[in-house]
């Protein structure tokens, strides 16, 4: 019985195992080779060991791009899983109007990014767009430097949030109805309910809501291409974009590779820290 249980589990997963080793497993191999070797996008070159990634360490161009991936991760992350979170309330309060509010709510997800960037880009013109229409000043958003990038992180926010809507409206439902009558009973309302029934059981759909957002937050690369093409002066310039114009522009594809496999590290690392430290808050939480 366990022999068969055991056939049937390898069955199962062997397609699944075999997509992965050929779209990602090979493909990951060859890129660490390729870091490895002083490369173009034409030709592979020789060998030249760790030079890439000691020259990455000292490459000024790199940090600056994790660093400005890191603010947008900052700006994004946790404004979109407490918006989710809010809007997925919204959509359960208002039960009549339920269908309206939830396809209003992640209609913009739905949309290729060509279509949310040319939506963001109208919206924020210095002269006919509709924020300083509103506002009643011509600001140039995304030519801004203190701006720029706060201005494709709320355009991020309202195309994305409503996959973060969907997963707590999952988890909403997955309450017991009980749990909230047997507390009515005892008189508790509001904001008590929220506190000792909705918050604890969110909790475990919160913490993948976090990281589900921040490993994407992490991978931006299409919104600033689009929207401000790395500037004004880089400080849009994330690091899949410069990746992108270091095999691309400067046909360097040993360096490219060098940067993806250390961008790639760094975002499993981040990812295993994020999970470990919500395991220690859950574990100080039941305590």
Do not use: C
């Not at 890129?31 to 000024?60: C, H, K, M, W």
């Not at 958003?141 to 706060?150: C, E, F, N, R």
């Not at 931006?220 to 270091?246: D, S």
């Not at 981040?270 to 305590?287: D, E, F, T, V």
């Amino acid at each position: 019985m366990q022999r068969r249980e055991t056939l049937s589990a390898v069955v199962l997963l062997a397609p699944f195992a075999l997509a992965f080793l050929l779209f990602f497993g090979i493909p990951a191999l060859q890129t660490f080779y390729l870091s490895l070797t002083e490369s173009s996008l034409t030709r592979t070159s020789g060998f030249v060991g760790l030079a890439n990634y000691i020259t990455l360490v000292q490459d000024p161009s790199f940090w600056a791009s994790l660093g400005n991936t890191f603010y947008f991760a900052l700006l994004t992350v946790i404004p979109l899983t407490a918006l989710g979170l809010v809007m997925a309330l919204l959509v359960e309060r208002f039960t009549r109007a339920s269908s309206f509010l939830q396809g209003a709510f992640f209609l913009p997800f739905v949309l290729p990014i060509s279509v949310m960037t040319l939506i963001a880009d109208w919206m924020l013109q210095p002269s006919s767009g509709i924020i300083n229409h509103l506002l009643g000043g011509q600001r140039a958003w995304l030519a801004d430097l203190h701006w720029a990038m706060p201005s494709v992180a709320i355009g991020t926010i309202w195309w994305t949030v409503g996959f973060n809507m969907l997963m707590f409206m999952a988890g909403l439902r997955n309450i017991p109805k009980d749990l909230y009558e047997a507390a009515s009973l005892d008189g508790a309302r509001g904001f008590t309910l929220f506190r000792t029934i909705t918050w604890p059981a969110l909790r475990p759909v919160t913490w993948t809501a976090v990281i589900l957002q921040m490993i994407a937050s992490l991978k931006i690369f299409g919104q600033t291409y689009i929207l401000t093409t790395g500037g004004p002066f880089n400080t849009t310039r994330v690091t899949l974009h410069y990746m992108y114009e270091t095999a691309f522009t400067q046909s360097d594809a040993g360096y490219a590779a060098a940067i993806a496999m250390a961008f790639v590290a760094i975002v499993i690392a981040l990812s295993l820290l994020q999970g470990a430290l919500m395991k220690w808050l859950a574990k100080r939480g039941a305590a």
